[in-house]
């Protein structure tokens, strides 16, 4: 095994919830289908916070976009620049993130004080450019209008990374590496063809030095190939220390998609590890990005991926009111 890497400094890392808290949700990318809304708003509710859905996250416009790219600015402005509101959960990916972050008012944002961001996919150019300008940490995780957040396991651990973050440490990897070695650095990235989508973009795709996640949905093995020769030949992936590979959903054979992976990923010179539920497949692990972790890639449910910080930073508890790590009700301490 080669002897670590270690990457750049970690992230701001915005404070944990508490029962009770005010969140938003918000739609920077496609439209919502509003029976899994209401699905999704009702597991926030469940865990005792109150959910704000911002004005247009019913809007459609083009058939492929959640509302109009100034209104959904707009919501996501709000949103993060309101102090009453702890948190921001997007409400799926599909496209639109990109048109929605060149309308952001990135001075507002910087001013506002940081606080979760919850989303995976699309929002891939959300937690890149968050990282980039606000100097902020983020959460992959899954969104409140997608099946994955009422999946019992994603939902459960997403709540502990919001209530109990000092609960989550490590992150399971169940197969084997396609290069061994252990790397330390922040963790960055997402989805693959966003990133490559955003050469030329504001702002690194890879920062240097980290730590780099990669998930994929929809992309048959010969695009697959096409957009990771284009992150190489870009030089983007030769910043990174050590790549974690998450689920590749709806990629073609899984043996084609294994050898494409290995083929353009294997010989960076970097530890890769593979097997992370973290995406677009059923089980939709969160990830923190903007902080620390040291990864060992070996074989399956042998190599680690360790955080060295809490996804998020500590927050007094209100008087009385706990939370299950195991992702049960809140509950009130005995006097």
């Known amino acids: 095994m080669t002897a670590p890497r270690t990457g750049s400094g970690p992230l701001l890392r915005p404070p944990a919830l508490r029962p009770g808290d ?3 949700v918000v739609a920077p990318a496609g439209p919502v289908e509003p029976e899994r809304l ?56 599909g496209y639109g993130c990109q048109r929605t972050a060149d309308l952001l008012d990135w001075a507002a944002l910087a001013r506002a004080a940081p606080k979760p961001l919850v989303g995976c996919s699309d929002v891939t150019e959300l937690h890149r450019l968050f990282a980039a300008r606000l100097g902020v ?39 084997h590496a396609l290069a061994t070695g252990r790397a330390a650095g922040v963790l960055a990235g997402g989805n693959a063809s966003l990133l490559a989508s955003s050469l030329g973009g504001p702002g690194p795709v890879v920062p240097d030095g980290c730590l780099l996640l990669l998930e994929e949905v929809g992309e048959e093995p010969y695009r697959l190939d096409r957009l990771l020769t284009q992150l190489r030949r870009s030089g983007a992936l030769g910043a990174a220390a050590g790549i974690v590979l998450g689920d590749f959903t709806d990629c073609g054979p899984p043996a084609a998609v294994a ?38 890639a070996a074989g399956p449910d042998t190599s680690t991926l360790l955080l060295a910080d809490p996804p998020l930073s500590p927050r007094a508890a209100a008087e009385h009111d706990t939370i299950d790590p195991d992702g049960k009700e809140p509950h009130q301490c005995a006097s």
């Open 38 to 93: 209401a699905q999704g708003v009702g597991v926030l509710e469940s865990w005792g916070l109150r959910v704000s859905v911002m004005p247009h996250v019913s809007a459609a416009h083009l058939g492929h976009l959640a509302g109009r790219d100034a209104d959904r600015a707009a919501d996501l402005r709000a949103a993060w620049t309101d102090p009453g509101i702890a948190a921001v959960l997007c409400a799926r990916g």
């Open 22 to 24: 005010a969140v938003a």
């Open 137 to 175: 940490a983020t959460l992959h995780g899954p969104m409140v209008a997608t099946s994955a957040f009422t999946e019992p396991r994603s939902a459960a651990h997403l709540r502990r990374v919001l209530f109990d973050p000092g609960s989550v440490r490590e992150l399971p990897l169940h197969r």
């Open 259 to 296: 050898e494409v992976l290995h083929d353009r990923l294997a010989d960076l010179g970097v530890p890769v590890a593979a097997g992370l539920p973290a995406g677009h497949g059923r089980v939709q692990l969160t990830v923190p990005l903007g902080v620390r972790a040291e990864l060992t």
